[in-house]
């Protein structure tokens, strides 16, 4: 058997499948092992490939770049330990469910587990984090293999697209020689790109269950919706208009992608996480609590809806997923978001609802906002909060903002207000980690959708700094806002804090580095922003495109004093300033 030649065709049927399933983009890593499928890809124009040096930075930018697409992207790498780097973002993208193909390539069965080199037990390798995992079999240069090369890749694409969209590992050995010489290569096939790519099926709920729902919503005085983050958005409008049926206000995250756009936004609060730091709030008592998306990014909000465990608690979310940390769920409605919120508000037609809550909550939310807006401008020093209000006001219609983990996904949380402007915030909200955030932010930054701004901490910009080289090779723009606050910020407002002998080294943990020469030298450019006028100049430099970093330096400790200075005013204009009346 001419293995190389074999090797070529699986590899090539593998890719046809691919692409006749509709997958455009292919992020992959340099190696041996995965030689046919990488020149597979390389002889091809209907998918795109994106060349990464280290595998957790490509396999974030995929992560970024699916998300923003809406549609799987396959990975390639070669065997051994590069398939391991995949795993944080494999984790990542299992819980925030964007569809991935994750594509390892291994040495052939009989050099496993024997002490061959490169050579790891890869099978199953990222266990319950995918949807579906396969062991492909060598090819044979059979006949059969062009069909059953191209089925696994449908069948890839078909799991990472179900009901429950996420990631999928298809393991692939190969042979050696892996590739056949130039004059005994076979000419490559021109493969056109899908007519009608593979697509989600939609999971409608179940009548009875949406009735059953319905009567506890018609029977719960003040109920509340709560939008929590959501990978791609929730569906603005059905939610708005359940929203008008229940005459219920919307604690809209941002992540959620309800804050922002033309739809009704009349019931939509952007406050509530300083509301609900106040005990004042526990006067505004929900009947009931409905729940789209995950679990708010306000621990505040979250321990807000813990006060109240005898309201009816109503999660809806998509079947094979469990969402509920606080074990609150008094009913569960299983369906797409919007197709549920639809049949709800449909259901719900004509319920005269209760008037009060919602009022209240409007009332109380627009002077936190005017309050936490006003705290932001008035502090002298450079507030780490205020760095999403000068965002918010200077990008344009259609932008991304992208915020890392810990302090940034909070602060966007906090400052960011409701506008009918439209911009999308992004988040790796799954795992909630800080590694591979740039990574993520470049891969949005790749699908074209409009112009995007990254703000990250020193730490996480110093665990992805290998991300920043798919700037440079691919020629990416990406404004990114370092608030470089030395150290963990986060954990100044834990307990450990306390601790003085102990804090610094073992958590605030101060890098002490000096990112501009890094920034250089992938081609970026770096400015030092000593305050805000400099600031607006910088996202004004960014927006000739390319890699700009803005770095934005501030002092933990004051930034946690003016965060609660915030958080004071606007608990003290929202609750004191004149009394609200409890429904």
Known sequence: MDIAAANTRAARAFVRGLIEAGVTDVCISPGSRS????????????????????????????????????????????SGTAAANYLPAVVEANLSRVPLVVCTTDRPPRLRDNGAPQAIDQVKLYGTQVRWAADLPLPTNETA??????????????????????????????????????????????????????????????????????????????????????????????????????NAPIFADPLSGLRTGPHDRSRVCDSYDALVRDVAAVSLVPGAIVRFGGPPTSKALNQYVARFPTATHIVV????SYRDPLALNTQRLEGDPGLVADA???????????????????????????AMQSASAAFTEPFEGRVFVELQRALPPGATIFASNSMPVRDLDSFVVSDPKPLTFVSNRGANGIDGVTSSALGHAAAGGGP??????????YHDLNGLWAAKRHGLDLTIVLVNNNGGGIFHYLPQAAHDGLFEEWFGTPPDLDFRPVVEMYGGRFTLADDWATFAKGLDAARAGGLHVLELRTDRARNVAMHREAWAAAADAAWRAEAVAAP
């Not at 995007?452 to 910009?461: M, P, R, T």
Request: charged fraction near 20%.
């Open 35 to 78: 030689t046919p499928l990488t020149v597979a890809f390389a002889e091809q124009r209907a998918v795109r490939p994106w060349l990464h040096l280290d595998e957790r930075s490509s396999a974030f930018f995929a992560l970024g770049l699916a998300r923003a697409k809406g549609q799987p992207v396959a990975l390639v790498c070669t």
């Open 145 to 246: 293999d062009e069909s059953r090369f191209a089925g696994y890749a449908e069948r890839a694409v078909r799991a990472a697209l179900g009901v429950l969209p996420g990631p999928v590992h298809m393991n692939l050995p190969f042979d050696e020689p892996l590739l056949g010489a130039p004059g005994e290569h076979p000419a490559p096939v021109a493969v056109a790109p899908a007519v009608a790519a593979l697509s989600r099926p939609g999971v409608a709920p179940a009548a009875a269950d949406v009735r059953a729902v319905a009567r506890r919503l018609g029977l719960a005085r003040w109920p509340i919706i709560i939008a929590g983050p959501e990978t791609g958005g929730l569906p603005a409008e059905p939610i708005a208009r359940l929203s008008a049926e229940l």
């Open 344 to 370: 709800l508000a449909a259901e719900l037609a004509g319920l005269e609802p209760a008037a009060g809550l919602a009022e209240a909550w409007m009332t109380v939310d627009a002077r936190a906002r005017a």
């Open 452 to 461: 995007v701004a990254l703000v990250i901490g020193d730490i996480a910009f």
């Open 317 to 320: 979310d998509l079947p094979g």
